[in-house]
């Protein structure tokens, strides 16, 4: 039998409220190491650091640790009770396998060129010497790109209705009343259930390469397709909207390292079309994707819920209890990572390669549940990026500061990432017109 683990903070520290939680469980690491223990009004958390704990974390399934168990009751509010994200065992293989074939790589590559032409027509309006916050246009872009990818060009006549139903849903305040069960989305829910019904018609009578007629052939109902495309587009579109803006974000600091990322561009694409062939070989702009995943990643904070008790390091975890790993913490542990508060993307090249040790990095999560978004995030961050920075040259507007807010479970950009762009002049032509 092991030994009771130390409780060392609570509420606030969990939900990021008027502390630095970042800070907090990183002291936690350096006192009692990789394991101890936070409660909140309903629960207590064993909180798991370190490649070696988060290893435990994500290689562990039913009947031991439970994703329902700990995202179940509130998720299913806002997604629906079949989402992935809230299945266990049998019934979460069920629905992943045939999404998997939605994400393979061809699929994500053939989609390089509806990407550039995306990235192209939400930049044409910017303009040149206006200050603006790069997050809320990158919010914009990747949830065209997300719903683009997951539900069809086609949707574009539906884009206006699905973004305004999705923002009243999915904003902070309209995510808590769901959350909290609280009936005041309903017809946010009813409208969104009218219109995903009139997609799943469509592919019911016209079956495409998509999502949709995966999930339908699998035999899903409706509900359940609902379900899934919701959580889709919600664990999809913020989450590279961070990564990006972290990664403009940390370039833009260190002009050094930007002007390697600017030179690999011009040695790899030139002057020509953005392909996904040429996206395999810009190691030094994945380094730059790459060192911002880690010291921003934008899931900072997951949870399962503890289904059987179990040891760990000395220590026992009751039934009931909810375990916690956390992706910032883990990336900033002077053990693993060298001098980690230092921005150095080459730490991720050979001979370094400091990420090599299995679960070091874990912005994407791990194991058998791997983030099933992580080529389409990494691939749509290289497309976008390239567009980008070859179209225009950003300065961060001078005197903000951009750090990090606690915002539950996300790393943001708490006052957002203020630039100015100016046109460089230089055109991407579209690879099949090349
Ligand atoms: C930079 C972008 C992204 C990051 C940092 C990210 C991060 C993560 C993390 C950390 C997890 C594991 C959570 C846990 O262990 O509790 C996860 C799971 C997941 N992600 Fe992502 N994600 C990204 C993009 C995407 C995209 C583009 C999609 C889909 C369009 C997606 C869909 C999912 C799904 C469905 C799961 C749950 C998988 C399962 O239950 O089997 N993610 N993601």
């Not at 872009?141 to 086609?154: D, E, I, N, S, Y």
Request: hydrophobic share 40%; net charge neutral; aromatic share 10%.
């Amino acid at each position: 039998m092991g030994r009771q683990l130390p409780v060392i903070g609570h509420f606030p520290y969990i939900h990021g409220i008027g502390v630095d939680s970042f800070a907090f469980f990183l002291e936690g690491y350096r006192q009692h190491g990789r394991i101890f223990a936070v409660r909140d009004t309903f629960n207590t958390f064993a909180v798991l650091l370190g490649p070696e704990a988060n290893r435990f974390v994500l290689e562990r399934e039913t009947p031991h640790l439970s994703w329902g168990a700990a995202y179940g009751a509130e998720g299913s509010r806002v997604m629906g009770p079949t989402a992935l994200a809230l299945q266990d065992g049998e019934e979460h293989r069920r629905r992943r396998t045939p999404m998997m074939s939605s994400f393979r790589h061809q699929n994500i590559a053939a989609f390089s060129d509806t990407m550039v032409e995306l990235v192209r027509s939400q930049t044409e309006t910017w303009k040149e010497g206006q200050p603006f916050d790069f997050v809320g246009e990158v919010s914009e872009l990747t949830f065209r790109v997300a719903c683009a990818f997951l539900l069809g060009v086609q949707v574009g006549e539906d884009y206006p209705r699905f973004r305004d139903i999705y923002k009243k849903m999915f904003r902070p305040v309209g995510l808590a009343l769901q959350a909290a069960g609280l009936p005041y989305m309903q017809r946010y829910r009813d409208q969104l259930g009218r219109l995903s019904a009139s997609w799943i018609a469509d592919r019911r009578a016209r079956p495409r390469e998509d999502i949709i007629s995966r999930l339908l052939e699998a035999g899903l109902d409706d509900k359940d397709v609902m379900a899934q495309v919701l959580m889709l587009m919600f664990a999809g579109h913020d989450t590279t909207k961070l990564s990006l803006s972290w990664t403009v974000a940390t370039l833009h600091q260190h002009p050094e390292y930007l002007k390697r990322v600017l030179a690999e561009q011009d040695a790899v694409l030139g002057d020509g079309p953005i392909t996904a062939e040429a996206m395999k070989s810009l190691p030094v702009l994945e380094r730059a994707i790459r060192e911002a995943n880690r010291l921003y990643p934008p899931v900072s904070l997951a949870r399962r819920g503890v289904l059987e008790e179990f040891e760990l390091g000395g220590y026992t975890v009751p039934k009931g209890w909810m375990v916690m790993y956390l992706p910032r913490v883990s990336h900033h542990l002077p053990d693993v990572f060298n001098e980690p508060e230092r921005y150095d993307p080459d730490r991720f090249a050979a001979p370094r390669e400091e990420h090599k040790q299995p679960y070091a990095m874990v912005e994407f999560g791990g194991g058998y549940r791997t983030c099933i978004g992580k080529e389409l995030a990494l691939f749509e961050a290289k497309v976008v990026l390239s567009y980008l920075l070859r179209m225009f040259s950003f300065e961060l507007v001078p005197g903000q500061r951009i750090e990090a807010g606690n915002s539950g479970a996300m790393t943001s950009p708490k006052n957002g990432v203020k630039v100015i762009v100016k046109r460089t002049g230089r055109r991407v032509p579209m690879e099949k017109a090349a």
